[in-house]
């Protein structure tokens, strides 16, 4: 069966514009979550993981008017432009195809003061594809997928899919969203948020930090334009239990797993963890990966570094793990410190060199939706 | 001859102020009001799941379609629920909930965002409810399009068919933006499992019955 | 108190979207969470709300949230003991 490669990608957050500065940062056990205080985006202060937006105002400006986009779409653009920057392949032509994933767009325009700026269709999250497939002529009109905090994930998946099938030669996967007045509060009334910078799979972790960026991940048939990294098959799965707590068996994506673990037939040597730092979250995640037998493959969570970004996170995170796979690295949990979870799951706790040849993505969100994915070399 | 693997059974389409099942009114009410409209739905029918009354108005459309879709089905007599699949799309996401949630954060000197309507500011929860309804584990995806697509969202679901990712799969679109609202579900089985479908499963009679006049 | 109790009640269907039941048919000292009514996290985060914005009442610890929320009685006494009903 044809192999799907990764040529390319970028990640755009708090810790840089491109996926060697957020790398860095990373390794130094620097984490973006800051403490903020913005009337503009919370009543009360807050910690998140927040894009430096004169920086990207700036960058952007090297591409085109700032003034006539908005800041998620000039995230957006950067992180293709970057990524695209870093391949040779041509994306012109109907081989190509552009994913998008994210759980709200351009929600900051429903809040007051901004409405009149620009236009009502800005709200919609297929006006928003088809502005970045104009902006970058991709030919094919692209595919949206907004599944909540799996939308990353989900996206990766599709594509290698499209490819694997023929459908498509390059799959461009972009996810993005960005913290917004509308989201902080949703979370706060959820009081799920931790007062600090979140703590995954700590045994005194309150909640998770909220995050915004932007990942691309460029996926080719072609291995001529493409390092060694592949994309091989993922799956999703419902719960079928509640739309907003994980299943207590984790059952949903223990499936996920199992069918990718099944169909890829490869053994796991890392995992990269959805790990939000919320109580329910981690400890669903550590049943499920012990369900799978995975209890002795060492698995971080990238978010004490990069907050969960909600429809950026699968894409941005895997942008991480596979760079971790490439060169057989394995990045510390930041913010993790004593496990915490009931099954004793092997929690990566500092920065070590480890011989890779797979890694397992999983993902899990409101709904019940549940994802994994394998990549290997 | 070839056989076409996979066959629409049945469908149902909500729309104006008609429920259509398989090519027969079901339903029609003389409601004035969308939430009347559906809570009427949901009473003709006698339907029994009190968790109904707190969906937002876009996982009311989906659970009522979905539930008059599998009225004479026991999918679980043939399927394992993990081979059961939920692949939606619409273009207004979860606007309307979105537009509500927005609301109650609009006054800060009255700022009361509530959990029960935040946690529906997300498309894909109401392939949540319909999994949770169904007991439904199989592979799901939510998809945003300006206009109903029968041909993505047919290549996409008859890749996972295809496969067997998934053996049965729920699909179609459901839209709810303002007053404006449809939803029209198809269920997709294998053809060897059940010749007697409606329609083969392709673009073309998706888009035939997607346009059914209701 | 018992107006209060009375008032809760139907305060609880409304903000939870208990459609389907009637107020005289929830037990004031039964559990609203695991039994009872079987309510769950989000409902546990409205009536969190519902103690906010109509009896301006906050809350300190998750803990004391769960004594405070067992019952429509002790949710009562909760808002009579803060003078606020």
Known sequence: ?377 | MMVDPFVITDFCIIRQNRVVKNGTTLFESGETTVAGFMTAIYRHFDISYPKFHKMDNLSKLGFLAAELLLSHRNLKERYKGDKVGVILSNAASSMDTDRNHQQSISNRLDYFPSPSVFVYTLANIVIGEICIRHGLLGESTFFIEESFNPGRMHQYVYQLLEEEVIQCCITGWVEFDSSRFEAVLYLVQKSDIHPDGIAIFEPAKMNEIYLQRT | ?85
């Open chain 3, 1 to 85: 108190m018992e107006q209060l109790i009375a008032q809760l009640k139907h305060e609880i269907i409304e903000v939870l979207n208990l459609t389907e039941l009637a107020p005289e048919s929830i037990d004031e000292n039964a559990p609203l969470f695991v039994e009872g009514l079987g309510l769950d996290s989000i409902d546990a985060l409205e009536l969190i709300v519902l103690l906010e914005k109509k009896y301006g009442l906050k809350f300190g610890t998750a803990d004391e949230g769960k004594k405070i929320l067992y019952s429509v009685r002790t949710m009562a006494e909760f808002i009579r003991n803060n003078n606020k009903g």
């Open chain 1, 1 to 377: 069966m044809k192999e799907v490669y990764i040529a390319s990608d970028n990640i755009i957050t708090s810790l840089g514009f491109n996926t060697d500065r957020n790398i860095e940062n990373m390794l130094s056990g620097t984490t973006g979550i800051r403490y903020w205080e913005d009337g503009r985006l919370s009543p009360e202060p807050f910690w998140a993981s927040l894009v430096d937006t004169e920086e990207l105002t700036g960058r952007f400006s090297a591409f085109n008017d700032p003034d006539k986009f908005t800041r998620f779409e000039q995230m957006a653009i950067c992180s293709i432009e970057d990524a695209l920057s870093n391949t040779d392949i041509d994306i012109a032509g109907d081989r190509t195809l552009f994913i998008l994933a994210t759980t709200k767009g351009n929600i900051s325009l429903l809040g007051d003061g901004q409405s009149n700026l620009f236009k009502q269709e800005q709200l919609y999250l297929w006006y928003t594809a088809r502005l970045l497939q104009q902006y970058f002529n991709f030919r094919q009109r692209p595919y949206v997928v907004s599944n909540a905090c799996i939308s990353g994930v989900l996206a990766i998946a599709a594509g290698a899919r499209m490819i694997r099938s023929g459908n498509y030669d390059h799959v461009v996967v972009t996810g993005v969203d960005i913290v917004t007045e509308f989201v902080l509060s949703g979370f706060n009334s959820f009081r799920s948020l931790e007062s600090g910078p979140c703590k995954p799979f700590d045994k005194i972790r309150q909640g998770l930090s909220l995050g915004e960026g932007a990942g691309t991940i460029i996926l080719t048939g072609n291995p001529l334009s493409a390092g060694d990294i592949r994309a091989g098959h993922g799956f999703s799965s419902n719960d079928a239990n509640h739309i907003s707590g994980p299943s207590r068996t984790g059952e949903g994506l223990y499936i996920a797993i199992r069918n990718t673990l099944e169909k890829n037939d490869l053994p796991v040597d890392y995992i990269s963890a959805h790990g939000t730092a919320t109580p329910y979250n981690d400890e669903m995640e550590s049943v499920a990966i012990t369900r799978a037998g995975l209890q002795e493959v060492p698995v971080n969570s990238f978010k004490g570094f990069w907050g969960h970004t909600l429809g950026a996170a699968g894409v941005i995170e895997s942008v991480a793990a596979t760079y971790s796979l490439a060169n057989n690295l394995l990045i510390k949990t930041q913010g993790f410190e004593t496990p915490g979870v009931t099954n004793p799951i092997h929690v990566i706790d500092e920065n070590a060199k480890k011989e890779m040849k797979t890694c397992l993505k999983i993902a899990s969100g409101f709904g019940g939706c549940n994802a994994a994915l394998l990549f290997y070399k």
